[in-house]
């Protein structure tokens, strides 16, 4: 049995290679399929164990009041199921735009849940875990399950798949799309039939796309000055937006090129999510 104390884990960043929107259900939640993948680069999250039940959030996250924070929420809800009197400092290191389509809040929730299960050695299963991340936000289950999937529902049914190994370059064009104003918009395409057979078959488009280049003029001139170098996409509800390669050399090209208005960075895919990972070497060996 391991006893640490102290430990980091990365909370890593996601794409979505595609985003179809389906229907919008009477809870005004959309039916959507898409497929997850994670990157190797993410927040860094550093937590160690206090004795009194107190939570702490520290680092980069003068932005987000406590209550509101994803971290903070995922320790309480945690604590609260798990009736534990155990407690936690958190540290947080921010590398993902808020806001940028990357996942960064999910991700800090799920990796959280993930730590404080091994913490505080309280042996859920991921199962549970998903089922209680949930709760914090659609996306928090994939996260939590940490393989590459196609998702259905409102993103929370999880069909895993394989994917080949590839670099992006992911640029945040310094714009802050808000999910819910998305969902909300009028405008939204909401009516994509769904995939019927073998996905890889199928055009694979974001939906969101077409509102998004228009709410956000920045958006567009970023997925048109990225066609320079190949087929560019939005991820999620933006506003990053990415290009695809088979090599580190290509994405790093792009990313030596990009105009200095925008942030962008590099990395490759994982089919198993750097967290668990990270989890399983801390953990288990
Ligand atoms: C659509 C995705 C694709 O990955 O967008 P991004 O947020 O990553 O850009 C996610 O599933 C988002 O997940 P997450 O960011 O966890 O969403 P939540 O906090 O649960 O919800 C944020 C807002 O989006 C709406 N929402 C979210 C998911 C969904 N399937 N249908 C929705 O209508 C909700 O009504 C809510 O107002
Ligand atoms: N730890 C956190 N990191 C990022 N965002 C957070 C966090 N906690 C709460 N939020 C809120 O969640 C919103 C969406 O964050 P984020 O996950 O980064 O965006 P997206 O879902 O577009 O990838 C932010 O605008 C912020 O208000």
Redesign the pocket.
């Known amino acids: 049995m391991n006893n640490k104390t102290s430990f980091s884990l990365i909370a890593p960043a996601?794409l979505?290679l595609f985003?179809h929107i389906n229907a919008r259900r009477e809870d005004?939640?959309?039916?959507?399929e898409?497929l997850?993948t994670f990157l190797n680069f993410g927040d860094e999250l550093h937590f160690e164990l206090t004795t009194d039940g107190s939570i702490s959030v520290d680092g980069d996250t003068k932005d987000i009041p406590l209550n509101d924070n994803l971290i903070y929420k995922a320790a309480l809800l945690l604590q609260t199921h798990c009736k534990s009197s155990l407690g936690v400092k958190i540290n947080l290191i921010k590398r993902l735009p808020m806001g940028g389509?990357v996942?960064g809040?999910?991700s800090d929730a799920a990796s959280t849940l993930l730590a404080l299960n091994k913490l505080w050695k309280l042996a859920l299963n991921l199962e549970t875990l998903a089922q209680l991340g949930l709760k914090l936000?659609?996306?928090?289950p994939v996260f939590i399950q940490g393989q590459s999937a196609i998702a259905h529902g409102?993103?929370e049914k999880l069909h895993h798949v394989t994917l080949e190994q590839k670099w992006y370059c992911v640029v945040h064009p310094n714009q802050h799309?808000s999910?819910?104003k998305i969902?909300?918009h009028p405008d939204l395409k909401r009516d994509t039939p769904k995939i019927i057979g073998d996905w890889k078959h199928h055009t694979l488009t974001n939906d969101c796309e077409p509102l998004v280049k228009k709410l956000c003029p920045e958006v567009e001139k970023t997925l048109q000055w990225l066609l320079k170098y190949a087929p560019s996409k939005m991820?999620?509800?933006?506003s990053c937006c990415f290009v695809e390669f088979a090599s580190q050399v290509q994405a790093q090209d792009v990313l030596e090129n990009l105009p200095h208005t925008w942030q962008g960075f590099v990395a490759s895919s994982a089919n198993v999510s750097p967290a668990q990972t990270e989890l399983t070497a801390i953990f288990d060996q």
């Open positions: 996601k979505n985003l005004g939640y959309h039916e959507l898409t997850f389509g996942g809040g999910s936000g659609a996306d928090v409102i993103g799309v999910t819910a969902f909300t991820t999620g509800t933006g």
